[in-house]
C-alpha cells in the first residue's frame, strides 16, 4: 500500500517526472515557460541519471523507487520511459492519487489504455496523453484560419515520417521496449488523421519487419468517418515529408516538420494561398502542459483537446496497424 499526499485543487502545479531521458529533458525545458508550476521530484531507473538530471533542472527529490515518487508530495506525474512500462507507472500514479500526463503512445495497446483510464476514473484523477502538435501555435492559428476563411470538410489526410538517422541503440529498433516506426513515429499520425476525419472504421496496412521484430516500414491507411488517410513510418528510410490536409474548397500543406509545426499553406480553389508562420518556444512541450496544469486547476478529468476517446482511437490504429504486420510485443 502507498502513502501519499493528495492536494485539493492546487494552483501551483507540483510536477513529478518519471523516465528523465531524452523526452523527459524536453518536458522540463517546457516546464520552465509554464506559469506556476515546477519539477518538484524525479524518479529514474538508473539513479546516476535521475541525479544528473536533478542537478541539471533543479529538481529539489530524487526518488529511490518508482512507489517513493507516486507517494512524494507532488500533483502530477508525467511518464517518460517508454511504452512497455507506460501502464504499470501510470496505474501506481493513479492509484497514489497523482494526475497523470503519460508519453505517446499512451500504452501499448487499446486493452491496457483501458485499464488505465477505469484506474484514471475510480480514482478521479486528470489522464492525459501526451500528444504535442493541436497545442502549437501554429496548429492553433491554422484552426482559427480555417474557421474564419474555409477549405470545407477535410475528407483526405497524407503524413508521414520515416527516420533512418536514429542510433542502432535507439529504444525503437526494440521490441522489448515496444519500438518500431507505427509506435514510434505513428501516434502524431493516428492523431492527425483522428482529429480532421473522425473516429476510426478500418486500416490497411503493408510493411515490413527488423530481424528484432519491430516494423522498419509501415504503409497504412485509414478509413474514418469523415474521410481517408494514407499515412507511412519507417527507421530505415529518411523522410521528413510535409502532412497534406485535403477538402473540396481547398488543401492545406502542414510544412516540415508536421509533427513540431511552424510553417502551413492553405490553398483555395481560387488559387489564392495564404501562409502560415508560427515558432514554437521551450522546445513546444510547454503548451500541452500549461493546457495539462489548467486542467487540474479546474477540476478536469479528462482534456477536451486530446479526449481518453481519441486516445483510445490512436491506440487502436496503431495496434490494428502494427498487428497486421505481425509487431507483437512481449506480453501480448
Ligand atoms: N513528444 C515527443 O516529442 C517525444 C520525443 C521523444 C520521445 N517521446 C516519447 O517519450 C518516451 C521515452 O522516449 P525517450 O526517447 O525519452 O527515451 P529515453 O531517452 O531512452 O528515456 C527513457 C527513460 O525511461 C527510463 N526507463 C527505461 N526503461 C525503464 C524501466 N523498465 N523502468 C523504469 N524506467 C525505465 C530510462 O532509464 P535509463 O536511463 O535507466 O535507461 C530513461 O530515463 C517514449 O514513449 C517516446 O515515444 C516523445
Not at 23 to 51: C, D, I, K, N, Y
Not at 101 to 107: G, N
Not at 115 to 137: D, I, N, T, Y
Request: aromatic letters at 8%.
Amino acid at each position: 500500500m502507498v502513502s501519499s499526499h493528495v492536494n485539493p485543487t492546487p494552483q501551483h502545479i507540483r510536477w513529478g517526472v518519471a523516465g528523465p531521458g531524452r523526452a523527459g529533458a524536453r518536458f522540463a525545458q517546457g516546464l520552465a515557460a509554464v506559469p506556476a508550476a515546477s519539477l518538484a521530484a524525479v524518479w529514474g531507473r538508473t539513479p546516476e541519471r535521475a541525479h544528473a538530471y536533478a542537478q541539471r533542472f533543479n529538481v529539489p527529490q530524487v526518488c529511490d523507487t518508482l512507489n517513493d515518487l507516486a507517494a512524494a508530495n507532488i500533483d502530477a506525474i508525467y511518464v517518460s520511459t517508454h511504452p512497455d512500462t507506460h501502464a504499470e507507472i501510470c496505474l501506481a500514479a493513479l492509484t497514489a492519487g497523482k494526475h497523470v500526463m503519460c508519453e505517446k503512445p499512451a500504452m501499448l495497446n487499446e486493452r491496457q489504455l483501458t485499464e488505465v483510464l477505469a484506474a484514471a476514473r475510480s480514482h478521479g484523477r486528470l489522464f492525459m496523453e501526451a500528444m504535442k502538435p493541436p497545442f502549437f501555435p501554429l496548429y492553433r492559428r491554422l484552426r482559427e484560419h480555417l474557421q474564419s476563411d474555409p477549405i470545407g470538410p477535410v475528407g483526405y489526410v497524407r503524413a508521414g515520417h520515416a527516420d533512418s538517422s536514429l542510433a542502432p541503440d535507439y529504444p525503437l529498433h526494440f521490441a522489448e521496449l515496444a519500438g518500431g516506426g507505427i509506435m514510434g513515429i505513428g501516434p502524431y499520425e493516428a492523431f492527425l488523421a483522428l482529429d480532421w476525419l473522425g473516429p476510426l472504421k478500418r486500416v490497411q496496412t503493408m510493411g515490413r519487419v527488423s530481424p528484432a521484430g519491430v516494423d522498419t516500414l509501415a504503409l497504412f491507411q485509414s478509413e474514418h468517418e469523415r474521410g481517408m488517410a494514407q499515412l507511412h513510418t519507417g527507421l530505415d528510410l529518411l523522410s521528413r515529408g510535409d502532412a497534406l490536409l485535403a477538402a473540396p474548397g481547398g488543401y492545406v500543406m502542414i510544412h516540415e516538420n508536421w509533427w513540431n509545426p511552424t510553417r502551413a499553406t492553405v490553398h483555395y480553389l481560387d488559387a489564392r494561398r495564404v501562409e502560415l508562420h508560427e515558432p514554437f518556444t521551450h522546445g513546444g512541450f510547454n503548451y500541452e502542459t500549461a493546457h495539462f496544469c489548467d486542467l487540474i486547476r479546474h477540476d478536469q478529468l479528462e482534456s477536451p483537446e486530446i479526449t481518453h476517446e481519441l486516445s483510445i482511437g490512436m491506440a487502436r490504429l496503431l495496434e490494428s496497424a502494427r498487428t497486421a504486420l505481425g509487431v507483437r510485443f512481449p506480453g501480448e
